[in-house]
Structures are given as structure tokens and as C-alpha cells.
Nanobody
Framework: QVQLAESGGGLVQPGDSLRLSCAAS????????MGWFRQAPGMDREFVAR????????YYGHSVEGRFTISRDNAKNMVYLQMAGLTPEDTAVYYC?????????????????????WGQGTQVTVSS
């Protein structure tokens, strides 16, 4: 029903900034909330950020709070993740995901199993 495609990953140095994009397509997009997750080798998939359909509610994972900003442009079917102050610990494959905007609270929105649709991911590598 919904297809998601991430872009914008790459190789950057510690302290750099990077902007990831997620393009949504398919027969419907509204009223989905969108999330970003990441997964490093040998690690579980980790919650990064979430934004509601109307963009009035956002959540951030502890490790990225204050450094990353999630935003969306519903007219363009786009979701973004602006990353600043990148460190080697941010190295991972980053995925965007969508759900039906019914989740509330950090416990529920941070669980990958709650999201219906996933992109294929984009690699972010932070190294000097």
C-alpha cells in the first residue's frame, strides 16, 4: 500500500551534519505517522525519531535528542531527518517507517514491530 525510499546517506566526518530524506509513494500516505530507525552491525534496530501526521508531536531517542530533527512535507510526501553533531556511534543503516498514527508514548513509538511499512535503508558512516 505504501512504499518508502530513503536517500541522503554517505560518509562524513565527526561533527558534520547530514540530511536524510524519505519519499513515500503508493495509493495512500495520509494519515500515517513516520519514524526513523537505525541499525548498526550486530545491534538491534534502534528508534531515532517520530513525527505525527500533522507534525504537532515528535519523539526522539535518547542518543539523538538535541542533535537530530525530524520534519515532513505532506504536500510532497516527504519526511526528513536533519542530523547534526554526528559521531562514530551514529554509524548505521537508517530506515524510515510508517504507521497509522495511533501510537502514543515513547515506549510504544520506539518499537519497530509497531510500524507497518519500511524502506530499504540508507547507509550513514561517520569516520575520521
Amino acid at each position: 500500500q505504501v512504499q518508502l525510499a530513503e536517500s541522503g546517506g554517505g560518509l562524513v566526518q565527526p561533527g558534520d551534519s547530514l540530511r536524510l530524506s524519505c519519499a513515500a509513494s503508493g495509493r495512500t500516505f495520509s494519515p500515517d505517522a513516520m519514524g526513523w530507525f537505525r541499525q548498526a552491525p550486530g545491534m538491534d534496530r534502534e528508534f531515532v525519531a517520530r513525527i505525527s501526521w500533522s507534525a504537532d508531536t515528535t519523539y526522539y531517542g535518547h542518543s539523538v535528542e538535541g542533535r537530530f530533527t525530524i520534519s515532513r512535507d505532506n504536500a510532497k510526501n516527504m519526511v526528513y531527518l536533519q542530523m547534526a553533531g554526528l559521531t562514530p556511534e551514529d554509524t548505521a543503516v537508517y530506515y524510515c517507517a510508517a504507521d497509522q498514527d495511533r501510537l502514543r508514548g515513547i515506549y510504544w513509538v520506539s518499537r519497530p514491530v509497531e510500524y507497518e511499512y519500511w524502506g530499504q535503508g540508507t547507509q550513514v558512516t561517520v569516520s575520521s
